[in-house]
């Protein structure tokens, strides 16, 4: 039983991976954390499983990390800090790594950890009206975790673009950096996403499988090392003053120091 999220599977074997915490525009505490990644455990060993969506419940997809929780981990002693970090990087890594088709369905805005999230999926379709953004730079953070998978869907050269100005962009703009495959009406959403899902109703489960693994070997590199040097960095903002500011300003609804 899950508190942050729900899935349900159909009877052709379609699970959908939902986002379930409105009141916080699906933001990710350490429970959500948790629970993807015991999700996509449990998901990627089902049998019966043969592709996965992923989306959000309510008007957003995710607005990123939780900021209350990123608050008690500027708090925190060291050791509390790496432990909470690899849950963020260990669950990053077992949806990208999910030996299923994950489809991104993004119903609704992205930001932070939310792009994260739509990068570990194989295709990602989003409704035209929604916004992205890398946003952590605001808070005085940096996109650490979720870095390795937004460049290897991205690329360098278009990563540099948003990943550092938290700036705010379109759906069409998302198409166009690679993030998401196509940007459609709302109502054209379910179909859009039915049309991503059809085809590996009729292809088999393991090739799939093999054939998603060997994509992932012969892409960008993030493996341990690279998982565990965004830890490192995310602690270190944890850590650092600008983060304090940033998330101070943000909770007391006022300019952060640098922002003029």
Known sequence: MYNTI?????????????????????????????????????LG?????????????????????DLAWMKEQM??????????????AEMLQA?????????GRLQGNAFGGGVGLASVCDVAIGVESLSMGLTE????????????YVLSRMGEAMARRVFMSARLFGAEEAVSLGLL???????ALDA???AEVKPYLACAPEAVARAKALA????????????DHTIGELVACWDGDEAKEGVSAFFEKRKASWNS
């Open 6 to 42: 729900s899935i349900g599977v159909d009877m052709r074997g379609v699970a959908t991976l939902t986002l379930d915490r409105v009141e916080k525009h699906n933001a990710m505490s350490a429970e959500m954390m948790r629970e993807l990644t015991e999700a996509a455990h449990t």
């Open 45 to 65: 060993a089902d049998k019966s499983v043969r592709v996965v969506v992923l989306t959000g419940a309510g008007k957003s997809f995710c607005a990123g990390g």
């Open 75 to 88: 708090a925190a002693d060291p050791e509390t800090r790496f432990i909470e970090a690899r849950k963020l």
């Open 95 to 103: 949806l990208n790594t999910l030996p299923k088709p994950l489809i």
């Open 137 to 148: 730079t605001r808070l005085g953070l940096i996109p650490a975790t979720i870095g390795p």
């Open 181 to 187: 495959a196509k940007a459609v009406p709302a109502d």
């Open 192 to 194: 859009s996403v039915e």
């Open 216 to 227: 992932r070997r012969l892409g960008p590199r993030i493996d341990d090392e690279v998982i």
